[in-house]
C-alpha cells in the first residue's frame, strides 16, 4: 500500500520535473583534454538553465574537494535569503582519457530504501577554461513518461561573469539547437540575498538532482 502512494506521489511530481519529450541529447560534445586537477577550486553559479522552470538555487556555488575516499563535489546555496544549504556528491572520474570531461555525481541516501540508496547522475564539463569559465550539463530521463529534465550550470571562478566569458560559455549550447529553449531560460543568478540570515550549515538533497530513481 505504502509502495502504491509513494509510487503515485513519485509519477505526479516527474510529471513537473521531466517535461522535454523524448530521450536525452546523444553524443553531447564535451571539453577536449579535459583535467581535473584545473577545475578545482570554487566556482559561483552565474546563470543557469533548468528545464522544468524552477528556480531553486540562488548564490550557488560548486567546489570539488578531495576526501580519503575520493573526490566530491560541494554543491551550495541559500534558500529564501535565509539558510544556507549543500548536497556533497561524489565525483566518478571516466575511465577512458577521450572522455575526461563525462564526469558522473553519485549521491548516497543512508536513510532511503535499499534501491534508492545510492544514486548516479551525469555531470559532462561542456566546455571551460578553467580560470574564468565552465558549462557543466546534467540530462535525467524518464521512460515511463518518456520525456528528460536538463540542467545547465554556467559558472564562473568571479561572482560575476564578464560578457566575452560568457558568450564562450554559451557557445556549446549551440549544439542543441541554435535558438534552443536553453539559450532563451538562462537565468542569471540573483546574488543579492547571499548572506543567509540564519546560518545553518546542514547538508540536504541537492536540487539539481531531485529525481531518485529512472522510472
Ligand atoms: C560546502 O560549501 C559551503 C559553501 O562554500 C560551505 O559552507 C560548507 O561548509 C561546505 N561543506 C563541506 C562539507 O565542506
Ligand atoms: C531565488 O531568487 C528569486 C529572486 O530573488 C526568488 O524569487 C526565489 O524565491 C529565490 N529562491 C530561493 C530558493 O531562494
Ligand atoms: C534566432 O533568433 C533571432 C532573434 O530572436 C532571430 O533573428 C533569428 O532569425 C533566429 N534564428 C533562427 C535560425 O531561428
Redesign the pocket.
Known amino acids: 500500500m505504502i509502495n502504491i502512494i509513494i509510487f503515485c506521489v513519485f509519477v505526479t511530481n516527474a510529471y513537473g520535473y521531466f517535461t522535454i519529450p523524448g530521450k536525452c541529447p546523444e553524443n553531447v560534445a564535451v571539453q577536449e583534454d579535459f583535467r581535473l586537477a584545473d577545475f578545482y577550486g570554487k566556482w559561483y553559479q552565474a546563470y543557469h538553465y533548468s528545464s522544468d522552470g524552477q528556480?531553486?538555487?540562488?548564490?550557488s556555488t560548486l567546489e570539488l574537494m578531495t576526501r580519503p575516499s575520493g573526490i566530491y563535489l560541494n554543491q551550495s546555496?541559500?534558500?529564501?535569503?535565509?539558510f544556507h544549504r549543500y548536497s556533497i556528491g561524489k565525483i566518478e572520474i571516466p575511465t577512458r582519457v577521450e572522455g575526461a570531461a563525462n564526469l558522473e555525481l553519485i549521491f548516497a541516501y543512508k536513510n532511503a530504501p535499499r534501491r534508492l540508496k545510492t544514486r548516479k547522475y551525469p555531470f559532462k564539463v561542456l566546455a571551460t577554461n578553467y580560470n574564468y569559465y565552465a558549462t557543466v550539463y546534467t540530462c535525467q530521463y524518464s521512460p515511463l513518461i518518456d520525456k528528460h529534465f536538463m540542467y545547465v550550470w554556467i559558472l564562473s571562478r568571479n561572482p560575476s561573469l564578464n560578457v566575452v566569458s560568457k558568450e564562450l560559455a554559451m557557445k556549446p549550447l549551440q549544439q542543441f539547437g541554435v535558438n534552443n529553449s536553453i539559450q532563451r531560460n538562462m537565468v542569471k543568478e540573483?546574488r543579492?540575498?547571499c548572506v543567509p540570515k540564519y546560518y545553518d550549515d546542514v547538508p540536504l538533497e541537492p536540487?539539481t538532482f531531485r529525481f531518485p530513481v529512472p522510472i
Open positions: 528556480n531553486l538555487n540562488n548564490c546555496r541559500i534558500d529564501r535569503g535565509l540573483d543579492n540575498k536540487m
